[in-house]
């Protein structure tokens, strides 16, 4: 596979607690969200599929696998239902922008 985030890789993910792993996908989600109201699929695109690398290595990351793990693939189900599915869910920007809140504010309070 090949990383857009190659320095993550390197066992640093792992290294973050859930609450800041989960708040950086939220910051490339986000990224996301914004690009496609500006009409940049492009960019859009890029960033969310960034967003779901970065979910990949978390829903791997072995911390995770008690206790969160089903959460983490329904939302990369979710996601991916909304970017590039028929929305099924009826997921909404708003919804993404106000689950993924959560976790920066936490991990800012971590800080």
Avoid: P
Avoid at 41 to 46: H, K, L, N, R, T
Avoid at 55 to 71: A, V
Avoid at 84 to 108: P, T
Wanted: hydrophobic letters at 40%; glycine letters at 6%.
């Amino acid at each position: 596979m090949s990383y857009s985030h190659k320095s993550l890789v390197a066992e640093k993910w792992k290294e973050l607690l859930l609450i800041e792993q989960m708040a950086n996908i939220g910051a490339e989600i986000g990224r996301a969200i914004n690009w496609r109201k500006k009409e940049k699929e492009e960019y859009s695109q890029q960033a969310f599929f960034r967003g779901l690398e970065l979910l990949s290595l978390t829903i791997n990351d072995s911390k995770n696998k008690k206790g969160c793990l089903k959460e983490l693939c329904r939302l990369y189900e979710i996601l991916g239902d909304y970017f590039i599915g028929d929305n099924e869910y009826n997921s909404s920007d708003d919804f993404f922008e106000k689950y993924f809140l959560a976790f920066n504010f936490a991990a800012r309070l971590k800080s």
